[in-house]
């Protein structure tokens, strides 16, 4: 009897590895696109930042 794993789709890894990467890649595009359109008017520190710092 194979493992789940071995030939039935993709390993763990690969998933937990494929999502990091996408979470990543979709968190670089929106502070992208927030630094690139959203800053309309200038604070003290944006609230994206200083979510970013915070966690």
Do not use: K, N, Q
């Amino acid at each position: 009897m194979e493992a789940l794993g071995s030939s039935a789709g993709w390993s763990r890894e690969t998933t937990v590895g494929l999502a990091d990467a996408a979470s990543r890649a979709v968190a670089w595009l929106l502070l992208a696109a927030y630094f690139g359109f959203g800053r309309r008017r200038e604070g003290r520190f944006p609230a994206p930042l200083r979510l970013w710092w915070a966690a």
